[in-house]
């Protein structure tokens, strides 16, 4: 299938006890074309989310981005952040701006809660380019295999990437505790 380049498609903002089973299995087909993880043919790769955006052009969904809310520890401080993942869209529809514009979309809802940042695991310059910053923190996290759940480990090298949503300071050399799986 060949999209053309058009004007930015409308953006759909979709709870996750909203999503119909014609959403599930649309973006489980995106989301396995666009990774090379095995996503089990879910819409989601270990855990739900709570929010999902979404852009479709004649019934297709075109591309993906996932947001969770939830409190971390950022070293002995409590922390709210949103959790940014599973941005995709279709190969054939990429280059029409279409993951800036829903990476942005999700920005704007976590600027609307009381998350204090966004949170992401990546290394695309996309993210770079929308002001996130990599982090050399070390993350500690539930490892999930399968959507299983495996060991609790700590590592360096899981891609973090963090934009502030006002004017706060990320703190870098502290060990972020995720309180449960990586997003």
Aim: charged letters at 20%.
């Amino acid at each position: 299938m060949q999209f053309s380049p058009r004007p930015a498609l409308p953006i759909e903002r979709i709870a996750e006890t909203d999503l119909t089973p014609n959403d599930e299995t649309a973006i489980a087909a995106l989301l396995a074309r666009a990774f090379s993880a095995d996503f089990g043919g879910r819409s989601f790769f270990q855990q739900r989310h709570h929010l999902r955006f979404v852009v479709r052009e004649a019934g297709t969904v075109l591309g993906h981005a996932a947001l969770t809310l939830r409190a971390v520890r950022l070293g002995d401080t409590l922390v709210d952040i949103a959790g940014l993942a599973e941005v995709a869209t279709l190969p054939e529809a990429r280059g029409r701006g279409i993951a800036t514009a829903l990476v942005g979309a999700a920005i704007a809802a976590a600027r609307g809660g009381p998350a204090r940042f966004v949170l992401l695991f990546g290394d695309r310059p996309l993210y770079a380019g929308l002001g996130f910053v990599a982090q050399p923190n070390p993350v500690r996290f539930v490892e999930m295999t399968g959507a299983r759940t495996d060991s609790v480990v700590t590592s360096r090298d899981k891609g973090l990437m963090v934009l502030p949503l006002a004017d706060e300071t990320w703190n870098g050399a502290t060990e972020l505790d995720l309180m449960g799986q990586a997003f």
